[in-house]
């Protein structure tokens, strides 16, 4: 089992930028591919960032691109998504996601999944 922690969400004004990070306990997520995802109030979960294990490759939902930037530190056993320029409609709770053996930006493509943590952006 894989347990997921997020962190560094808060209240920021638009423009400003923020950094989240997923802490990985139980097992090493070195050869797991790890993704971002977002859920607003009334809306579908949507994976924002994703990166496979190796790092050469990773995924933006194009609303997010040149702003948002995701990382991985297999040392630390954590990931990251740095994000920048952010909008009001950046605003939802942000999930870290990871898994063993596939890749991808559909929910169905990870099994673990961290318990979110709240991005409030003002205008």
């Known amino acids: 089992q894989v347990q997921l922690v997020e962190s560094g969400g808060g209240l920021v004004q638009a423009g400003g930028s923020l950094r989240l990070s997923c802490a990985a306990s139980?097992?090493?997520?070195?050869?797991?591919?790890m993704g971002w995802f977002r859920q607003a109030p009334g809306k579908e979960r949507e994976c924002v960032a994703a990166i496979r294990w190796t790092g050469l490759k990773v995924y933006y939902v194009d609303s997010v691109k040149g702003r948002f930037t995701i990382s991985r530190d297999n040392a630390k056993n954590a990931v990251y998504l740095q994000m920048n320029s952010l909008k009001p409609e950046d605003t939802a709770v942000y999930y870290c996601?990871?898994?063993?053996?596939?890749?991808?930006?559909?929910?169905?493509?990870?099994?673990?999944w961290g318990q979110g943590t709240q991005v409030t952006v003002s205008s």
């Open positions: 139980g097992r090493t997520i070195s050869s797991y591919a």
């Open positions: 996601a990871a898994d063993p053996t596939r890749w991808g930006f559909n929910k169905s493509d990870y099994e673990y």
